[in-house]
């Protein structure tokens, strides 16, 4: 915040709106004038690891959106392992994920792959707009929900699973926008 010439804050207003900033000072007096700036994070020195790792992964995060907004969301796919060496698999036709301690089950179409991976990495890697954790072992493609029964979940391919109790307000405050009563 406190450079020769130029402040921190007055810096920030030359560069691209798209620039992503993490303010590192000891100065608190500057936050509320560098987060009116849109600033990614306020970091007070000194600075411990953990907090610096939370800012960098915030600023990561925003990146992958940005990322992600700029591909037609019916083009965005991984690349998954199969017997045969890796396999692009678009996300839209992934209908669930399963989780088994670290390894996941993926379905899609009328495919099951297992892969090497947590939910959370799997997490880090889609549109989490359209994919919600539901269960504890267990994301769903929104798109391919056709039902809710009490606590199972009815996919457009004839699967159920179940709707954990702590999951279940988070899917009906997501899916609130698409119905016409609570």
């Known amino acids: 915040i406190d450079m020769p ?7 920030s207003e030359m560069l691209a709106s798209q620039t992503l900033i993490i303010f590192v000072t000891g100065h608190p007096e500057y936050g509320p004038a560098a987060f009116e ?8 020195k000194p600075v411990s690891f953990e907090r610096f790792y939370r800012a960098y992964l915030k600023a990561s995060q925003l990146i992958r959106l940005r990322q992600n907004q700029d591909t037609d969301p019916a083009e965005r796919y ?3 392992n199969d017997h ?3 396999k692009k698999v678009y996300l839209r036709e992934i209908s ?6 670290n390894y996941l089950r993926i379905f899609y179409q009328q495919e ?28 769903i493609n929104l ?9 199972i979940l009815h996919l457009d391919n004839g699967l159920q699973l179940p709707l954990g109790k ?7 405050e997501t899916l609130g926008p698409h119905s016409l009563s609570g």
């Open 5 to 11: 010439l130029i402040s921190g804050v007055g810096l």
């Open 78 to 80: 991984l690349f998954l």
């Open 96 to 101: 669930h994920v399963q989780a088994m301690g």
């Open 166 to 172: 702590t999951f279940r307000n988070k899917l009906l």
């Open 84 to 86: 045969k060496g890796k």
């Open 143 to 151: 798109d391919r929900l056709v039902r809710i029964e009490f606590n």
């Open 112 to 139: 099951v792959l297992t892969q090497r991976a947590t939910l959370s990495q799997f997490c880090q890697r889609i549109d989490s707009s359209r994919f919600l954790q539901v269960h504890k072992s267990h994301i």
């Open 37 to 44: 700036k849109n600033a990614v994070d306020y970091l007070l």
